[in-house]
C-alpha cells in the first residue's frame, strides 16, 4: 500500500526471540512535525525509533519515508539521522572534525564543507568550539553537537531518543525550548522518543502514547491531556484521579454514572457512546477540582466530602490529598496559591467538600 | 597514638619498600652491573678490571654483530606485525560478535600457554620440518612431489614460530581496547552514512589503536631478544642478536662484550620504540 502521509508505519511489529517489542503499530507522521513517541520504559518506543534508523530490521510490517519504501535499506543509505541517547560523539575527533564526519562522503569542496559544518556551529550557538575535544564538553554541549553533526546532513527526517534524558532538570527546560526553536528554523521532521510526559507535552505537535508494544493513542498534547479515550493515557499524562464505575443511564447531554467512591454523579457526553450498564473508568483531573466552601460561586455539578489527609506546597500551587468519607480511597486536589490561598488550605478546617463541574467528568473506556 | 597515625607517610613507605627493595635488588642493581660491566675489559690474567670502550668498538667494528642486531629489529617487527594482523579478527570476532561466554573463548585462546615454551617450539620444528606435518600433507596431496626444504630454518619459520607463541599477548589487549568500544559510535558512524569497511576505518581501527599499539610493543620487546626459538627453527640465516648475547655469556666467557651487546641492544630497542610510536602517532593524524 503506498503511503500518503510523509512517514507511514504500517503494521509494524518487531519480534526479539520470544519477546514481542512492537505489536502492529500504525502510524502516520506528518512533513514537518515534531512527533513525540511516549511511554514508559520498555513500552518499545526505542525499537520503533531505531526501526525508522534501519538499526532493527521489522519482524513484519512496512516502513515508508517520503513515499520510498525502507526495508532491506541500510541505516547509512536512509534519508534520516539520529541524536543517540548518550549522544555517541566520537571521543577521537574534536567538535569539528564529529560535525563534519558525516560529510567526508559526500566529498564536499573544502571550502564547502567548512563553511556548512560553521554554519551548523553557528546553529548550536558553539562558533568558538571547532576545536575542543569532546571530553572538555558539558552535557548540554554534547548534546548540541550531537544535533548538529545530524542536522548538517540535511536529513529529511531527525530521530531523537532520549536526548534530554541525561541533562539535570533547568538544563532540559531550556534544551527543551531551544529544539523546538531549532526544529522550526530547520522544518526537519523530528521524530522523538521520550518516557518524560511533561517533555512530550511542552514540545510535540503530537504525540502517540505506548504501552507494551502498541500505540494506544495519537493526538496533539491537548488532545490527548484533556481528552484522554483510555484509562492508561490518562493516567500516564499529568495526574489523575481515576475511579472505578458502571453507566447507570444516559439523560440528554449527560450520562449518569454510579460509583462506589463518589456516589451517582452526572458526566458530559464526550466523543465515545457508552451504552447502559458499561464498566468504565471515571477520571478527574486534580486541577478540575475545587474546595467547596460558602464563597463558592462556580456552578457545582457534583460534589464529595472527606478529610484532609496531606498538603504538598509547590510555591505557586498546592496539591491536596483528601480520604473520602467511607472509602479507602485518596482523591488529589490541586489548587492555586493565589492570595495565599494554599496556605488557608493547610492551616483550614480538616473536614472539606470537594466539587467538580459536569464537563471536567471524563469517562474511559477499559475500566 | 601510634606510630603510623603519627607518621602517616612512614605508613606510604612500609607498604611501597617490598617492591621497591624487589625493584632495586632484582632489577636496577643487576641493569647497572651490566652497565658496569660493559665498560670494562680484563687486563691480566688475575682477575685485573680496567675501564674500556673496548667491547662497544669491537661491535661495531665487526659488520656481523651489527648486521644481526639489524636483522633481530626486523625480524621482531615482522613478528609483531604479524601477531598484531592475525590477532585483530579473532579479538573482534569475540568482542563483536560473541554474545556468551566470551571468557570461556578468551582461555582458549590462552590454552597453548599451559604448555612450555620449548615444546611449543619444537612442535612447529615437527609440523615445518623435512619430514613434517606440512611437508607430508602436500606429498600425501600431490601437490608436490619431493619436501619442500625451505620452509625450516629461516627467517619465515622464526617469525610464524614466534607470532603463534605471542598471539594471546596480541589478542587480549586487542579485545579489550574493542570490547571498550560504545556500540553507539559504530552505530552513529552508519547513521551518518559510512559502510561497515569506513566505519571500521574511521570509528573502530581508531578507537582500537591502544590496544594495537600495546600489542605491538608487547610482542616487538621482547621478542628482539628471544635466542631459543632462531637457535632451534632459524637455521644460520635466522640467527638473532639474542644468540650473540648468549654466545658472549656462554662458550665465549667474554661477560663484557655481551653486557656491551645488551646495553646497545636495549638502547636500540628503545629507540625503535620511540620512532614506532611517533610514527603511529603520525598516521593517526592522517587517517582522521
Not at chain 2, 102 to 127: A, C, E, G, N, Q
Amino acid at each position: 500500500m503506498p503511503a500518503s502521509s510523509f512517514i507511514s508505519i504500517q503494521d509494524v511489529s518487531k519480534h526479539f526471540g520470544s519477546i514481542v517489542a512492537v505489536d502492529d503499530i500504525d502510524v502516520e507522521i506528518n512533513r514537518g512535525e515534531f512527533f513525540a513517541l511516549l511511554g514508559p520504559s520498555g513500552c518499545g518506543k526505542t525499537t520503533l525509533l531505531r526501526m525508522l534508523a534501519g538499526f532493527e530490521i521489522p519482524t513484519r510490517g512496512e516502513i515508508f519515508i517520503d513515499g520510498e519504501q525502507m526495508s532491506g535499506v541500510a541505516p547509512y543509505r536512509r534519508p534520516v539521522n539520529m541524536v543517540f541517547q548518550n549522544y555517541a560523539i566520537f571521543p577521537h575527533l574534536n567538535v569539528f572534525q564529529n560535525i563534519a564526519f558525516g560529510l567526508r562522503k559526500d566529498r564536499l569542496a573544502g571550502d564547502e564543507l567548512k563553511t556548512r559544518v560553521n554554519n551548523a556551529l553557528s546553529l548550536i550557538k558553539m562558533k568558538e568550539f571547532g576545536e575542543r575535544k569532546p571530553e572538555e564538553l558539558s552535557g548540554g554541549q554534547r548534546q548540541r553537537v550531537a544535533l548538529a553533526r545530524a542536522l548538517v546532513k540535511n536529513p529529511k527526517v531527525l530521530l531523537l531518543d532520549e536526548p534530554l534524558g541525561a541533562l539535570d532538570k533547568s538544563l532540559r527546560e531550556q534544551m527543551q525550548l531551544e529544539l523546538r526553536q531549532l526544529q522550526k528554523i530547520v522544518g526537519v521532521t523530528f521524530v522523538f522518543v521520550t518516557h518524560d510526559q511533561e517533555e512530550a507535552l511542552t514540545m510535540s505537535d503530537r504525540i502517540a502514547v505506548m504501552s507494551a508494544g502498541k500505540v494506544l493513542e495519537v493526538g496533539s498534547p491537548d488532545d490527548l491531556y484533556e481528552r484522554p479515550q483510555t484509562r492508561f493515557v490518562a493516567e500516564f499524562l499529568g495526574t489523575m484521579n481515576v475511579f472505578d464505575g458502571s453507566v447507570h443511564a444516559r439523560d440528554g447531554d449527560s450520562y449518569i454514572v454510579d460509583t462506589r467512591d463518589l456516589g451517582r454523579i452526572r458526566a458530559g457526553v464526550g466523543a465515545q457512546e457508552f451504552s447502559d450498564g458499561e464498566k468504565i473508568s471515571v477520571a478527574l483531573r486534580p486541577e478540575n477540582l475545587k474546595i467547596v466552601n460558602s464563597q463558592t460561586s462556580e456552578d457545582i455539578d457534583g460534589s464529595v466530602s472527606g478529610v484532609m489527609s496531606n498538603t504538598a506546597y509547590f510555591g505557586n500551587s498546592a496539591q491536596v490529598y483528601v480520604t473520602l468519607d467511607g472509602s479507602e480511597q485518596a482523591l488529589v486536589v490541586s489548587i492555586q496559591n493565589q492570595d495565599g490561598a494554599a496556605s488557608n488550605v493547610a492551616h483550614g478546617s480538616r473536614d472539606i467538600t470537594i466539587g467538580w463541574s459536569r464537563s471536567s467528568v471524563l469517562l474511559l473506556k477499559d475500566a | 597514638m601510634s606510630l603510623w597515625t603519627r607518621f602517616p607517610l612512614l605508613k606510604g613507605y612500609a607498604l611501597v619498600s617490598p617492591a621497591v627493595l624487589l625493584m632495586v635488588l632484582a632489577l636496577i642493581s643487576p641493569l647497572l652491573l651490566l652497565v658496569g660491566i660493559s665498560f670494562t675489559v680484563e687486563t691480566g690474567s688475575n682477575d685485573e678490571w680496567a675501564f674500556s670502550l673496548a667491547n662497544y668498538e669491537f661491535f661495531f667494528e665487526k659488520s656481523h654483530y651489527v648486521n644481526s642486531l639489524g636483522r633481530s629489529i626486523l625480524i621482531s617487527t615482522m613478528v609483531a606485525c604479524a601477531t598484531v594482523l592475525l590477532a585483530y579478527p579473532a579479538a573482534y570476532f569475540i568482542a563483536f560478535h560473541v554474545q556468551q561466554n566470551k571468557m570461556l573463548w578468551l582461555i582458549m585462546i590462552t590454552l597453548p600457554f599451559w604448555t612450555s615454551y620449548l615444546l611449543r617450539v619444537f612442535s612447529w620444528k615437527l609440523v615445518l620440518g623435512y619430514n613434517g606435518v606440512v611437508n607430508s600433507g602436500l606429498m600425501w596431496l600431490e601437490l608436490i612431489k619431493q619436501p619442500l626444504d625451505y620452509i625450516l630454518y629461516n627467517t619465515n619459520a622464526v617469525v610464524l614460530t614466534l607470532a603463534h607463541a605471542w598471539a594471546a599477548f596480541a589478542i587480549l589487549p586487542i579485545y579489550v581496547s574493542l570490547q571498550k568500544i560504545d556500540k553507539s559510535l559504530i552505530e552513529a558512524a552508519y547513521d551518518l552514512g559510512e559502510n561497515r569497511f569506513r566505519t571500521f576505518m574511521r570509528v573502530t581501527l581508531p578507537l582500537s589503536m591502544p590496544g594495537v599499539v600495546a600489542a605491538l610493543l608487547l610482542v616487538f620487546i621482547p621478542t628482539v631478544g628471544d635466542y631459543v626459538t632462531p637457535k632451534l627453527v632459524g637455521g644460520p640465516k635466522g640467527l638473532m642478536i639474542g644468540n650473540l648475547i648468549q654466545a658472549a655469556f656462554g662458550r665465549l666467557d667474554n661477560w663484557p662484550l655481551g653486557a656491551a651487546i645488551s646495553v646497545i641492544s636495549m638502547v636500540t630497542v628503545t629507540l625503535v620504540v620511540c620512532l614506532y610510536l611517533y610514527g603511529i602517532d603520525r598516521a593517526r593524524r592522517l587517517m582522521v
